[in-house]
């Protein structure tokens, strides 16, 4: 779903503006994917760190 709408606006942006300007798009989509996945990894491993310092003997 949301992979369709970013492929869509790529294709407008090829329509409007040439392939440099979609590099420059997808560079950004990247981006900011990127930093989604590193906030989630850190947010499971400091959940998975507080469940093991309270239960570090079961």
């Known amino acids: 779903m949301i992979q369709r ?4 606006a790529a294709h ?3 329509r409007e503006r040439g ?3 979609v590099r ?16 989630v990894g850190i947010g499971t491993t ?3 760190a507080k469940g093991l310092m309270i239960k570090p003997w079961s």
Do not use: G, K, N, W
Not at 5 to 8: F, I, K, M, P, S
């Open 5 to 8: 709408r970013v492929l869509a």
């Open 12 to 14: 407008e942006t090829v």
């Open 19 to 21: 392939p440099a300007a």
């Open 24 to 39: 420059i798009h997808l560079r950004t989509y990247c981006q900011v994917l990127d930093h989604l996945i590193f906030a």
């Open 46 to 48: 400091s959940m998975v």
